[in-house]
């Protein structure tokens, strides 16, 4: 255990940051190159202001027509992506192993507030596996993909609560749940989940466009 | 009256057991009341068999006494709580805070010797 451990925790963890913030500037150079080529004259436009109150308006819960014309999809939205940002992030152990690695951590959250986080990420991931499967119209566009990336995206929640509470076989649990956080994290850069990055550009780029060329607004 | 004298009997010997300080013989977890707010299960540590077992002879590993910055060899502070020296939380005198104070002993050496539990939950273990 102790070799497996030293893996997981070690060079395997190495790989999964390397592999997600390199992949993160590759999508974004990536993006840069494409956009230079073949729409430059969207840089001649671009506002920071306009930009900003776009992702403002869109960050706020029923901040945007869209986000009032669907109250239940808006709450789960936002309930599910705050908890699966901050819950890891300030989670007591993720810090406290951050620290001992590196001689410095960071405040975090009590773990009665992590582990309601991590029971409303699952609860959201139910809740969009379900929607997926009974809603028609969602149904309709649904393809195997989106099952896998929401099953990644759950994993390393459910394998971290299981853990957490030891409910059952503890130590491939945290194997399970670490080796699942790594998939997570790589995945972003990779598959659709890039998202995280994307959807404030594309706010941003929207926003402009409709602020100084449209003069009209994007929410 | 009989059944008075059997009742304060009955607390004067709870009331002893309670207040006896705990040998570390008797010892089965470290005890995490200096902590303000637990946040975890005590973590397991039956005293004499763990040492045993690991083959510690030097109370010293742990019980430690530095002067000047500089740890004396031949000295031991069992009378002491490691939470008479290491305070809950840091300050910038260069002392681990009381958690790192632990998890610097006890895991530390299990990742050193690959051998004893290093997972949060092997240590930290719910009842």
């Not at chain 1, 999809?73 to 705050?82: D, E, L, Q, S, Y």
């Not at chain 1, 940002?85 to 959250?109: D, K, N």
């Not at chain 2, 290491?86 to 958690?99: F, I, K, R, S, V």
């Amino acid at each position: 255990m102790h070799a497996i451990y030293g893996w997981v925790t070690g060079p395997l963890t190495w790989i999964a940051f390397l592999l997600f913030f390199g992949g993160l500037l590759y999508r974004l150079v990536q993006l840069l190159i494409l956009v230079r080529r073949k729409e430059p004259f969207i840089f001649s436009y671009m506002s920071l202001k306009y930009s900003l109150r776009s992702i403002l308006h869109w960050i706020l819960p029923f901040g945007t027509v869209n986000w009032r014309l669907h109250p239940v999809m808006t709450i789960v939205t936002f309930a599910f992506h705050i908890c699966l940002l901050v819950a890891p992030v300030f989670l007591m152990a993720h810090a406290i192993l951050f620290e001992e690695a590196w001689g410095f951590g960071w405040p975090s959250l009590p773990d009665v507030a992590a582990d309601w986080m991590t029971l409303i990420v699952i609860a959201g991931a139910v809740f969009f596996l379900v929607r997926r499967i009974v809603r028609p119209e969602v149904r309709f566009v649904t393809s195997t993909s989106d099952y896998v990336l929401l099953a990644v995206v759950a994993a390393p929640f459910v394998t971290g609560f299981i853990a957490y509470h030891q409910l059952f076989a503890y130590r491939w649990m945290l194997v399970a749940h670490i080796v699942s956080g790594q998939v997570m994290l790589v995945a972003i850069p990779f598959t659709r989940l890039v998202h995280m990055l994307f959807a404030p550009l594309t706010r941003a780029y929207t926003g402009s466009e409709f602020g100084g060329v449209r003069h009209a607004v994007d929410w | 009256m009989k059944r008075f004298v059997t009742v304060l009997l009955a607390v004067a010997v709870g009331w002893l057991w309670a207040t006896a300080p705990l040998a570390q013989e008797d010892m089965e977890t470290v005890p995490n009341d200096a902590f303000t707010s637990p946040q975890r299960p005590p973590a397991v540590f039956v005293h004499d068999a763990h040492n045993e077992a690991a083959g510690i002879d030097e109370c010293n590993r742990c019980h430690h006494v530095y002067r000047e910055g500089q740890l004396v060899p031949d000295e031991s502070s069992e009378d002491y709580r490691c939470s008479d020296c290491h305070a809950e939380t840091a300050a910038d005198d260069g002392m681990p805070a009381l958690m790192g104070a632990f998890h610097g002993n006890c895991k530390q050496c299990h990742l050193e010797l690959e051998n004893g539990p290093v997972m949060c939950g092997e240590c930290h273990q719910r009842p």
